[in-house]
Nanobody
Framework: QVQLVESGGGLVQAGGSLRLSCAAS???????LGWFRQAPGEDREFVAA???????NYVDSVKGRFTMSRNNAKNTVYLQMNSLKPEDTAIYYC????????????????WGQGTQVTVSS
């Protein structure tokens, strides 16, 4: 079992930056972590993921703007979001799996409660 708590969401103007954090607890050894987002009326979308060893993958729409990192000693992952656009507005969820989290992969079994990101134009 893995418990996840996100923080760092908020309201920002287009072109601005935010950093999301996700603190993991429980059985976190070797867990893969990812960020997903869901905008109103839309399906949940994969954003980024990172393996235990630090390998990352991103959805095409955020490549070059978002960077995911992790600190295994603190059991925390981060999503640095730069050059934000109004279309990035969504609830962002942290998720964990003992299998690799990746775009098009099976949904992870463990989820946080989500944090709202709103980008104004």
């Amino acid at each position: 079992q893995v418990q996840l708590v996100e923080s760092g969401g908020g309201l920002v103007q287009a072109g601005g930056s935010l950093r999301l954090s996700c603190a993991a607890s429980g059985r976190t050894f070797m867990v893969s972590l990812g960020w997903f987002r869901q905008a109103p009326g839309e399906d949940r979308e994969f954003v980024a993921a990172i393996t235990w060893s630090g390998s990352t993958n991103y959805v095409d729409s955020v490549k070059g703007r978002f960077t995911m990192s992790r600190n295994n000693a603190k059991n925390t992952v981060y999503l640095q979001m730069n050059s934000l656009k109004p279309e990035d507005t969504a609830i962002y969820y942290c998720a964990a799996d003992y299998r690799p989290v990746r775009v098009g992969g099976p949904p992870p079994p463990y989820w946080g409660q989500g944090t709202q990101v709103t980008v104004s134009s």
